[in-house]
């Protein structure tokens, strides 16, 4: 990119690290006009660094890298506060207004009106445009106006409401390039305890292209199956993604929808690919449902170190462990497997599992991951599985996941493997009794607030 003269923006590159359909970075071209320069800038938050495991800060040092070379070199690195960094950056470069995607997580919002205030007070403006999913929080709501509460009708209403096409990326910018103040290295903090994929656009188009040319059409039949490659490892919304360059034929990748509408494997992709309904995370109150006290017997540690390092003696559930820390990642089948039984086996709360996902996953998602979790918890925040105390059984006889075990758990059978610390048949029934407990305490409560 290149070119000088005019009025600068300032795009602020946050989760959203592509150039294809960025709405933030479209709208910041076509603000600066023809002649104007674009300030791409991203600020490494040093509160959602410490909330991130060493995987996910490697994999987000190594993202803005991808982005500066699609950007011709002019990316800025800072490392502040936003609401100090932002104000900053935008003064130094002379800009009068800051775009962004918008961010619904509860840290976004207060992130971003503490740097609007700022900026504000500097005589700039933050210009919040779009998201970074298909389709924007908050837009996909019931007959009567509120969040749906179950998952099946939300998906269709999400649907049906459809998404714009990809967009290209903007031609013939200038970027106004600015010295950084920090290294992807000193993003990172430190090498990944686990082989993570190819970071960027690139990397994720590559997979994209990959899913879409032959494991699409086995979707239906393969993705429960953890000894395939039956899934496409995307996270969340993969719906914008390049399109061709002007003038290059027939589209390599266009969006997703667009390449499986004729295949197969159409339904089910898109199905798991809406977001979670609202309102996932944290928990809700009725969360202490979720089986009754847990966590408070004796050795609760132990059996968390033995779980997170899988080592439980239940194959299929250190498996996924392993595998988790090996690769930053775990097959969708086998993480309501090992979830259900820290819950429902070891009795151990789920914030405490959802925080050890977290810190490991490549793909961890705060919203994603704790709908998940209480999904499997059964927490009673109105998405529950179906019955909500449901206790994933571990199977004892391998068909598929014979393979899978057998290569994350090589050891599995062997004089060095672990007897199971647990008995399921019995932790099970305690499961059950727990959610009996818990159902009488609830009835008697809303008897006595009904009495008052």
Aim: charge should be positive.
């Amino acid at each position: 990119m290149g070119g000088a003269g005019g009025s600068p923006t300032v795009v602020w590159f946050r989760r959203d690290l592509r150039t294809a359909g960025h709405p933030a970075l479209l709208a910041a071209v076509g603000e600066a006009g023809t002649g104007g320069r674009v300030a791409p800038l991203f600020v490494a938050d040093d509160t959602l660094l410490a909330s991130s495991g060493a995987n996910r800060r490697a994999f987000l040092a190594a993202t803005p890298t991808d982005l500066d070379e699609r950007l011709g070199g002019t990316l800025t690195l800072r490392r502040d506060l936003p609401a100090v960094a932002v104000p900053a950056f935008a003064a130094e470069v002379g800009a009068r207004t800051v775009f962004a995607t918008g961010d619904c997580g509860p840290y976004g919002r207060r992130r971003d009106a503490g740097v609007s205030w700022a900026l504000s007070a500097a005589g700039c403006e933050l210009t919040l445009v779009g998201s970074p999913y298909a389709v924007p929080p908050g837009k996909v709501l019931n007959v009567a106006g509120t969040p749906f509460r179950m998952f099946t009708p939300f998906q269709r209403a999400w649907t049906a409401r459809g998404w714009p096409p990809p967009a290209a990326p903007p031609a013939g910018d200038g970027s106004l390039a600015r010295d950084s103040e920090i290294t992807p290295a000193e993003v990172a903090g430190g090498a990944p305890p686990a082989a993570l994929p190819p970071a960027g656009e690139g990397g994720a188009q590559d997979a994209l292209e990959r899913f879409v040319a032959g494991p699409v059409g086995r979707y239906g039949d393969e993705r429960d199956r953890p000894d395939r490659e039956g899934t496409s490892r995307l996270s969340l919304s993969a719906f914008r993604v390049d399109p061709p360059p002007p003038g290059s034929g027939p589209s390599r990748l266009r969006s997703v929808r667009r390449r499986l509408q004729f295949g197969a494997g159409l339904a089910g992709v898109l199905r798991r690919s809406a977001l979670a309904p609202p309102g996932l995370g944290r928990g809700a109150p009725a969360a202490r449902r979720s089986h009754g006290p847990v966590g408070i017997r004796p050795g609760a540690d132990e059996r968390f170190a033995a779980w997170t390092s899988g080592r439980t003696g239940i194959t299929l559930v250190d498996a996924g462990m392993r595998q988790l820390s090996t690769e930053g990642w775990m097959h969708n089948r086998v993480r309501m497997l090992t979830a259900s039984f820290l819950v429902k086996d070891l009795h151990i709360g789920w914030r405490r599992g959802a925080r050890h996902f977290l810190d490991l996953l490549v793909d961890g998602d705060l919203a994603s991951n704790n709908h998940g979790w209480q999904w499997v918890a059964g927490t009673g925040t109105g998405t529950d599985a179906a019955p909500s105390h449901r206790v994933f059984n571990p199977p004892q006889r391998f068909g598929p996941e014979g393979a899978y075990v057998g290569r994350c758990v090589p050891e599995a059978g062997g004089p060095g493997y672990p007897a199971p610390i647990v008995d399921h048949a019995a932790e099970r029934l305690e499961a059950l009794r727990r959610w009996d407990e818990a159902k009488l305490a609830l009835a008697a409560e809303a008897v006595g607030g009904a009495s008052r």
